[in-house]
């Protein structure tokens, strides 16, 4: 027999250099589960196929479709579902830290009552049936008073209509959304204009991208689908990318160029690309004279105002680079712009906005493969009787405010002033997934205040799972769902193809917890028992799954497939291919990638549409006095979603209210005369977190917990500080003390905190009281998990400082306008202080009144719109604030 | 009223060998400590009910406390009744059922977050072993304090019951089955947790039923023959500060704070005899 040579290790490795081609072709019959890409996952322990239940992610609002895999029962995993075609089997890593929020142990797991002082943080635990009686008194009184007393305000509301029914049904029209804090100045730019509240940019194929204002790679609207489209636009298609920030994010520095510009003058930068195409005539000429409400004349004309150098005054952006831009992207077919929200988030934000779109408009880069497309979503009806609109119209709501008329998103941030002043009568203020406390402008010293007051808000309801800074005002607090519990229907346009998707319960819910239709409707057959009122008959069934079946279960083509059945086991409908490992794309049988379809404004009208419709001089087609279509070069078409079924470069509507209707730029009169020393706060949010609900989230506030303020380099030489040393931003309302972050990384005239710190409710993480020992019995936790917490700051709120002031016209919060002046801090202050003034935020509010159609600056910040007669040319009512 | 979350099958548990003495003392024993659980497990649950306050406010009762060291202050003993129910309502609420409060569930106190690995587990001891868990006033989870003390006051029952009947083998079973749990649940995190709440406490009543608590967890522990590690995150010294704080002989009640944890001023298991408490 063979003896084996004696061999040390160091002979064995040199024997596996040569190993290296025949290990590579030995059978691997093992392979690491995780790895595969099925909508399947084991446990690492016991080696067993967890439970997988589709859903869709509402961590935040891009509605990304998720799978959530349970071991006993219990989430232990979030993954993205696979056959999601927006989502491609890939979640944020707040999508997949979202078991957090069910199983936070401040969870709120039962009805409570309130019996300390409003915020004193006491409270009785109730039973559901107590909590409903009591609660359907109140509302009883009120209906009594006049049903426009019962105000219902909400943030994130993806109940597929619940809400809408429950407020209908109590016959209140005071409902109230959270989008003038968000996005209704982008809306309300874009809607007049071709229709949708959005676009689609199809990054993926594209070959240039104008980036303005959006963290699109980290934190915008549909973030995780488009920033995997933006990632493939660069590798694959070798896309430029140029964004105009005043921050270098995460996006500016992945971009080709970061041109970091004067803060609320990206609108001024858009209509200097704008007059440097039409001048060098690399305009698409023939979209504009076709599909638009102007001529190409008309639009030369206009735009000869906006030179370069009349931008690079105001903006800072040199003329020379604006020139260079302009023509790169008018001549890179195909191209794209994305704004979110920059542009948008100030006084004239809608005005920005539209100066932004103009460009694809210009450049006919209008739903064409790479372009600028529009948003494509899906419908589902609603469960049958529908209860009728609201008899008499509420002083504002979601869709209206009397001094903002073509806000048509509402000016939702406008309304503690509006409480404040009568206007808004409260008696009974219920609030679902909100937190304006912490989310508004004005935060503790404008909410705060007036939900604290008996006497202007007397009974107020909070639907909610945590304990967030509104709901710890709360009179009565309703346990609602976290989202892996809850029943939802959803449709987002976060990829070119359209979709249906559902959120179901993953495990039946903590404690006592019920989804807000299911704590709607008890509410409701708490008031009216046996349906002689009238109301039970709109909330007759039995559970959430119910209610689901009368959305999904005859939809056609879904209806086929299984209806809400073919949902519970999918997540999403339509499958429109298999995810591909490899690519991390959709591909189809054949395995090529699949193909989203283009122009939808150009799909002709069919012969049975045709049928009976009449077509005007302008080409305009309307059945039963409903525009359909619009014919052009002899071909019916679709068109777009507007009343004329084209582009409104001119938006006639505008020009009523004293507003110019073409596309323009107005200065934010404030930063005009600011002083040497003042500069401009900006805020900002991070990518593992959202607004206000994600600091209790264990995973992600050890990522990230607290947010110093960026100041440039040179801004900081000047006011002595380094990076960590306290500063002092003062507002015109208040003051606040935070941590400097030095870096080159920002506009030298601005200032950016981001936000979602600084919480003073929402948990012991949120808040770090433990840490503080004050008092130690009150969120004074001291459970395992807590010894993990290895830091001690939690950051500074900024929204108390920021004053409350809306677009004239979409109504947005003008976020981004706020003029601070910022030192050294002194010896008296303290990391953490702020103190905000509601006096002082009146008076801001008053200000901001001014700049309404209404007011008196209105008519001196439109110096061409002379011709305009005044708000009786609106048929103007006169309404307004007493404050 | 329902107080009683954990409803037992019919046990399986039968043949009866067993000197009638011994076992008929083993089964007084096992009936006392049943009550105890009972109490205990009352008192966590859910809030406490005026019929379950009247019943701990008997002079005999609170005689009995006190000769084994528990003290209420007069916020429980002087308090008109309907006013003590809703006063320890909103302490309940601070201290366990609302946010930012201490939940008294293992889940939480091991694992940092409800419905984690005890909460199964549990789940399937008490099916295992004939139960299932019932919402009483409130849904609570399967590990929650008053739903492990009342889980063993049943094992308890039964095995007295198997004693009364001279059935050493089922009382066997039943013993170990309480020892597992002890050692694998309650044991765990309970001692921690009766101190953290000793400290937390407002009142006088949670105060003084968490030492009780303590010292109770203490006996059960060395009576079973167990050792145990607390793993629950509350801190198992006091500070010094807070010692001599708890040591003022002002503070009435508070006074054997100062000793050791779980030692002085708890009296022996054997030395406590309590009357039926209603469920
Ligand atoms: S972006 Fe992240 S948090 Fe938002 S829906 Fe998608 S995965 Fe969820």
Redesign the interface.
Known sequence: MMEMTKLNRRTFLKVSAATGAAAAVAPRLLKAMELELAGKDVSPVSGVQRKAVPITCHFCNIQDGAIAYLE???VVKLEGNPEHVSTRGRLCPKGNSGM?Y?????????P?KR?GKRGE?????I?WDEALTEVAAKLDEALKEDPNTIVLKYGRNRTGGVLDRFMQTLGSDSIINHTSVCESSKKVGMEPAWGPDIETPDFANTKYVLNFGSNVLEASYFHNPLSQRVAEGRVDNHMKIVTFDVRLSNTAGFSDEWIPVHPGTDGAVALAIGHVILREDLQDSEFINTWTNVTVDELKEHYKQFTPEWAEKISGVPAATIERIAIEFATTKPATIFTYRGPAKHLYGSYNEKACMMLPVMTGNIERRGGYCLPRGMSWPQPKPEPPKPAKHAYMNKHHHPLYPLASHGVSHLLPFHIADGTMKVNVYFTYQDNPVYTNPGARAVWGKVLSDETLVPFFVSMSS??GEETALADIILPDCPYLERWEPESMPNSLWPWLGIRQPVHKS???SRENRILMRDIIWKLDPDGSRGMRKYWEFKDGEDYMRHHFDNIPGLKEAGGLDFLKKHGVWPIYGKLDPRTGKIVDKTGREIRAEYGLYKKELSEEEMAGAIIDENGLITKNGKAIGIQRNGKNYVGFATPNRLINVRVDEWAKYGFNPMPTFKRIPWHETMREDEMILTTFKLNVHKQSRSAAV?WLAEIAHSNPAWINTETAKKIGVKTGDLVRVESKVGYLVTKAYVTEGIHPKAIAIPTAFGHWEY??LATL?LKEKKP????????????NVWWDDKGVHPNDIIPAIADPIGGSQAWFDTVVKVTKAGPNDKYGDVVADWDRHVEAFKEGLRYAYTGDLHRKMHPEMAHWKGPEEAGHESEGSHL | MKTSQIEGKKSGISQPTAIPEVAAGMAAECGARALLYRLLSAVFVE?ASAEFLSAMRTPEMLEQLAEVGIGFDADFTAAPLAELV?TL??E????F???????P?E???????????P??EVMQTYQRLGFVLQPG???V?ADQLGVELMFIAELLERQAEALAKGDLIASRKLEKEIKRFWSRHLGRWVRGYAR?IE????HSFYREMARFLRGFAEEEIAALGLHIED?????LEVPKAEVQEAADPQKPGCTSDAAPPGRQGIRRLQDLRLPSVPD
């Open positions: 006993n029962d219990r957090w069910s199983y936070d142990p401040d969870r709120i797991l039962y409570l019996v943080g006491k409270w009785k635990r039973t945590h304990m903590l404690g006592e264990k948990g012991r009281k130690e019995w009150s969120h004074g936790q001291e459970d395992p998990d807590f010894n | 809030e809703d309502a909103v309940y609420a601070s201290l059922a609302a946010s930012g409060g201490f939940p569930v889940s939480v106190r091991l694992y940092g977050r409800y419905r984690h690995e909460n199964f006033r409130h849904e989870f953290l400290r937390a406490a407002m793993a629950d995150g509350a801190r």
